[in-house]
Structures are given as structure tokens and as C-alpha cells.
């Protein structure tokens, strides 16, 4: 094809625990969901990201799984599969041109350095020549519009679907950081188990998403509230397909143990936080990112917690993903890139 010249063959890719997006020429080129289909019983790879998602749950032939869960490689070869795919579907590799793709690659921070090892060979032998990675705050704080070489500190929140990552950077360095297994997942359950405790009703976690999506929140109280949501699922005792209304005021209610261990958090991590450093964050406030950086109310609670202000990132969903395609502009002044 001759489409990509020789020098910006370079990609940034996001490997998130429920999205993962790659950023070519400095735009989203693949935004889709980090899932493998498989067969069951020939381990056969069938579909990867959006086209994978569907098939969870509705056969028994094939098997979903969500390669990073929990912001480790919970799924080595399947996590293998989702990398050396996404670099396919940029067909950045059917170029004529002599393989010599550039890549920055970000990276949950609770990966082990065997898992760094295999995500680095992964992308070698899908055709990267020259890796570094990002870890994921890192990203976040640079997709949020910090500059991190600056000796001054910052405090990011990034909410993703396995873990909430909080961190304080300054000088182009991470200096505390907290990661919890409590994020969009976590409160997909507590929707499905609100509905069943509540309302007697079965819903599987698609539909808890949905439901959380629609009219999520962290504060019991909002100005702007959402429309009630249309709910199906099975009625727990007569095993029959039924429909309730859920409003936001049931799901706040539903989230909040889970959003109150994100706050602790947050305290606990500002409680370790070097005071000149906890002096900049009085000044600069919490970012934060992340798909849960959208949860209503979240910003209002966490500053009402902290007595901070807290701003939320630009296209949150996508501030990692820019941070990291930020991090492939800098590949060489950016020396906390891992090699
Ligand atoms: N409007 C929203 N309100 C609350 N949560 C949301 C919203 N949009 C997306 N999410 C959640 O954000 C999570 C995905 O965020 P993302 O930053 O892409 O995660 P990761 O980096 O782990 O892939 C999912 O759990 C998703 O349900
Ligand atoms: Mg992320």
C-alpha cells in the first residue's frame, strides 16, 4: 500500500483493562474493547475487541475473556492475541516499506516486570523495532495537560474498568502511588447486586454497565438528574424475563462502599504525599481520568472529601491514550519512558 512513509510509522497504544486504543499521526485510529473470543475446546482465537464483545456469554462454544482484568495479564496468550491485533488492524505493517515501527505502549502499573517483558516482545514480533513504555498515571497526567518534567506535584485519579490508579508526579517521576482493584468493574457488580438484593432480579453485567452508564452517580443529591433507565432482566423467584425503572438516586446508593474506598484512597495517598509536594496539590488539585472520571457527582464528592478542587480531564476515556501518543512525540527527551 506505500500509505505510511518511513518516518511516522510510530504508534501509541493505551492497553486498558476494558479499552484499549492506538493513536496514529496524532489521532485514534482503534478504540475498542480489550476482549478475545476463543473456541472452547480448540483455543482458536475467532474475534478480538468490538466484534468479540457480543459473543460474551451467548454461547457455549466460545469464551470471552478480558485479557488485563484487574490491571494485571490475567490471560498471557489471549493478551498476546488483543497486542499483535490491534497493530493489524492500524495495517500499518502491510506498508512495502522495511519494518521499522516505533511504538509507545502504556501500561497498567500493577504489571509484573515478566509481564512488561512478554507485552515488549509481543510488539517485536508483530513488528515494532524501537519500544518503550509508559506507565498508566504517567500517561494520564500527560493526557490531562500536566506538564510532568515541571518540579511541581500533581495528583491524577485515573478510574479505568480493573483498578483506580492514584498518583502524585512531579519531575517527570512517580513519586506516591496507590493502585486499588475497585473501578468500573467493581461497580458493575455492585449494580448487578444492588438489582438482585432490591428488585429480586437477575441482570447480567452488559445490562449493569448499561444501567451504570445511563444514570450512574456518586452523590445521592444531583442538580442535572438523568432520566430513569429501563432495566431487564430475570425475576429471581419466577424465572421470568421482567423490566423495572431504576433511577440514579438506587445506583449512588449501590456504588457508594465501592466509591468510598476510591476516597481512602485519595487520603491515604495525600497523607504519604511529601509536604512541598502536598503544597502544589493545594494549589493545582486532583485530575482525574478515567471512564469513571464520568460518573455524576464524582468531582463533587471527592473535592467535598478532600476540600481540593478536582478537574476532570478532557475526553477522560481518552486521556491516557493522548498522554501516551504525547509520550511518542517526546520518545527521546522523555527519559522516564521504560526501555
Ligand atoms: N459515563 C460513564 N459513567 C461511568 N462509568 C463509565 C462511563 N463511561 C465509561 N465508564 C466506565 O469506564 C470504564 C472504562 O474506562 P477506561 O478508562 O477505558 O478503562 P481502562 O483504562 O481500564 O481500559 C468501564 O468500566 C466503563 O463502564
Ligand atoms: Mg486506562
Redesign the pocket.
Known sequence: MGLFSFFNRELAM?L?????IVIYNDQVVIDEP?IVAYNRSTQKVIAVGREAQPMEGRSAEIETVRPLRGGVIAHFEMAQHLIRELINMTNINRSFLPPSLRMVICIPSGITDVEQKAVRETAEQAGAKEIRMIHEPMAAAIGAGIDVLQPEGHMVV??????AEIAVISLGGIVCNTSIKV???E??DNVVDYMRRQHNMYIAVPTA?HV??AV?AAVSELADPPEDCHTTGRDILTGLPKAVMVNYKEIAHALDKSVARIEQAILDTLAVTPPELASDIYKNGIYLA???A??RGLDQRISSKTKLEVHIAED??RA?ARGTGIALRNFNKFAFLIR
Do not use: R
Not at 16 to 20: D, I, L, P, Q
Not at 158 to 163: A, C, K, N, S
Open positions: 493505551d486498558g483493562t476494558a479499552n484499549s480489550s485515573d478510574i479505568g474498568g480493573g483498578t473501578a468500573g468493574d461497580f458493575n454497565e451504570k452508564i450512574g478515567g471512564g469513571g464520568l460518573l477522560p476515556l491516557v
